[in-house]
């Protein structure tokens, strides 16, 4: 699954691979790499947040505040350079009710906490559980995060000013038609093919920002009638103003806001950190999630405090930025900041953008994310991993990516645990040493899933008076493992009948209480550590 994670990043059309420059030295030619992939990645960046801003119900400057200091400060303090944070639409669609509800001071004070929750996660350290997600599931979310980004440009297919935005951002409205439509499909497509093109003829500039600007001189030069970053709305404005949320502070409100900061929290941390992996993996990096979290969740609480709406990672955008060939921490900086200079000085000119031409450097950002070679593995793999597959893209795109994730979670686990419990088994022989035992040879893990089958592999009525049973090809993984042997070492001294218990682990021997006496100690005997210390200390297993 690893390998097929990578093939398919590997076999992008979009963007020159420069994973293997050097990100050490900040040479002149390194920096000229950052700063133009900055300047494309903020490029993409406006019309994404004014789109999520009136996804989640708020003026356009509360999506691109958020979009600049969530990426300033995930770009400087991030556990990954190379990735991109902004206003995201997974968050907007559950922000859109609490706005609705009660208004927008209240989305201030929710990002506030949510932020908090996400420092506290990362002091916990518990970014490192993202190590449980099974390839299965990432293959899913690359797939499912594809479709939703290609869903979210078709609403710029619309009369500008009727939209009204909703989930993917696909929104009411009418479509363009005719003419407009065919000019609007044609300028997406040449965006496209120069970004195709470009890597082929020159790489000193990133090819989507090539593309971006051969597209937009054709429209302004020729007064072409398209729509417009303008025609979203205007993205005038000043600094970020620092503001306190104007919220009761009482329990009331905490009522309010924490469960819509729990939901976020979870959902920005979640997308945060397969994005982080998703980026290692073109990027070579490893390590950095508890250090993403925490910057995730300093960068929500000060953006609550300064107007903007909050946010996590942008896969769409990290995608940008690393396939243009950035790999410091300086090509971030350098889009927050040129989108800050958007706002404050050149919105007019920005306004003037065509939106085809960044709907088109977001499509092949859906070409090259979506994981093309899966569609051939499915035939391939086993059907529980084929059909994670399909469950985690599909409860992505019609739900979020915390749901869709934690499905495939469950269901791998569901899926791993069921296979393993149906391992368990025992061969039978007759003793070596002792004459007239019969000795069960277990065979598989031992676990909460296998304890009802290892109960039932015993003939304790028709067996003779000794018994061995040898755990050597077996492992004893949990407290109901434990449970299960006790049970069956009862039921034989029921029957009075004796049993010994051969090749347990160290730990074995000290957590069982009745049966610890059938134990027998061999210098053969495993050592791994069990999982169930804590049987001992809290006196779960004790009354046996």
Known sequence: MKKAILASFAGRLAMPDLSLMPDEKLTVGRLRIELLAGLTVALALVPEAVAFAFVAGVHPLVGLYAAFLVGLITALIGGRPGMISGATGALAVVMVALVAQHGVE?????????????????????????????HPVMLGFVNGLAIV???????????????ENTG?????????????????????????????VMP???????????????????????????????DLASIQGGLPPFHIPSVPLN????????????ILAAIGLIESLLTLNLVGEITGKRGGASQECIAQGISNTVTGFFGGMGGCAMIGQSMIN??????????????????????????PLIELIPLAALVGVMFMVVIGTFAWNSLTILRKVPLTDAFVILLVTVVTVMEDLAVAVVVGVIVSALAYAWNNARRIHAKTRESNTE?????????????????????????????????????????????????????????????????????????????????????VDSDDDPDYALAVDYGVRTGILGGH
């Open 106 to 134: 209240y989305l201030f004070a929710t990002v506030v906490l949510m932020g908090l929750l996400q420092i506290f996660a990362g002091a916990m350290q518990w970014g490192k559980f993202i190590r449980l997600v099974p």
């Open 149 to 163: 980004i290609f869903l979210a440009q078709l609403g710029q297919f619309k009369v500008p000013g009727s939209m």
């Open 168 to 196: 993917h951002g696909m929104g009411g409205g009418e479509w363009l038609s005719g003419m407009p439509l065919y000019l609007m499909l044609a300028l997406t497509a040449l965006t496209m093919a120069i970004i195709w």
């Open 200 to 230: 082929r003829i020159s790489r000193v500039v990133p090819a989507p920002l090539a593309g971006i600007a051969v597209v937009a001189a054709l429209v302004i030069g020729f007064g072409l009638d398209v729509p417009r970053v303008g």
């Open 251 to 262: 329990l009331e409100t905490l009522q309010i806001i924490l469960p819509y900061a729990v």
């Open 322 to 347: 690393v396939k243009s060939g950035a790999r410091t921490r300086v090509a971030g900086v350098a889009a927050a900041l040129f989108l800050l200079i958007f706002i404050l000085f050149a919105s």
């Open 435 to 519: 004459e007239g035992a019969k000795v069960y040879e277990i065979q598989g893990p031992l676990f909460f899933g296998s304890s009802d089958g290892f109960i039932e592999l015993f003939d304790i009525e028709n067996d003779p008076d000794a018994v061995i049973i040898d755990f050597d090809n077996s492992r004893v993984v949990d407290q109901s493992a434990l449970q299960a042997i006790e049970a069956v070492a009862t039921k034989y001294e029921a029957a009075g009948k004796r049993v010994k218990l051969r090749h347990l682990s160290r730990d074995c021997h000290k957590l069982l209480n009745k049966a610890g006496h059938l134990v």
